[in-house]
């Protein structure tokens, strides 16, 4: 697990509890936070095809917390594993 955080992009902070992981992102732009988690989540499913391992889908969960009145209504996807 801890090999993880090799591939978490520089603007995207991971932290790791046992088998639990959170990816944190803070930006001016919903929309930006937003593309660079989806891409720190691409680089999670090409990780867990390398390793043999699965997202418990019914785990998954994401949050947005701004200051802004307007978020996008686009939402982070994952296309394996769920």
Known sequence: M??????????VKAALYGDDLALICSEDSCGTAQVR???CLTLLEQWTDDWAMTINAAKTTY????????IPNRGLESTNHC
């Open 63 to 70: 949050s947005i917390f701004s200051f802004s009145t307007k």
């Open 2 to 11: 801890n090999s993880i955080q090799n591939i978490i992009k520089p603007h």
């Open 37 to 39: 988690l989806q891409e």
